[in-house]
């Protein structure tokens, strides 16, 4: 059974910078991609980031290109999104997620099957 579990969240202020990381146990995840998601209150669950896990292609939504980052650590099993220049609209609850398929984690909302318990980011004005 897979589990993933996102740490590093927490207030900053605007342009300030994040690290959350997502710590990911239970198969092993060659073929694999991992995303990264938020909710904001009211609001549905959307796509913020993806990676292949054996290739590292990354996948970026619109809203956060050229000011996130997503990596991963294969000998960690970890999965990181840097975030830089952040903006109160980046307030959210963010989560990672695996899937085999591409489309399940671009889908709008998306189709995973498995979701971590999330980490708070908070961005102050």
């Known amino acids: 059974q897979v589990q993933l579990v996102e740490s590093g969240g927490g207030l900053v202020q605007a342009g300030g910078s994040l690290r959350l990381s997502c710590a990911a146990s239970?198969?092993?995840?060659?073929?694999?991609?991992m995303g990264w998601f938020r909710q904001a209150p009211g609001k549905e669950r959307e796509f913020v980031a993806a990676?292949?896990?054996?290739?590292?292609?990354?996948y970026y939504a619109d809203s956060v290109k050229g000011r996130f980052t997503i990596s991963r650590d294969k000998a960690k099993n970890t999965v990181y999104l840097q975030m830089n220049s952040l903006k109160p609209e980046d307030t959210a609850v963010y989560y990672c997620?695996?899937?085999?398929?591409?489309?399940?984690?671009?889908?709008?909302?998306?189709?995973?099957?498995?979701w971590g318990q999330g980490t708070q980011v908070t961005v102050s004005s």
């Open positions: 990676i292949g896990w054996s290739g590292g292609t990354t």
């Open positions: 239970g198969r092993t995840f060659s073929g694999y991609f």
């Open positions: 997620a695996t899937s085999r398929a591409l489309s399940a984690i671009l889908s709008s909302p998306p189709t995973v099957g498995s």
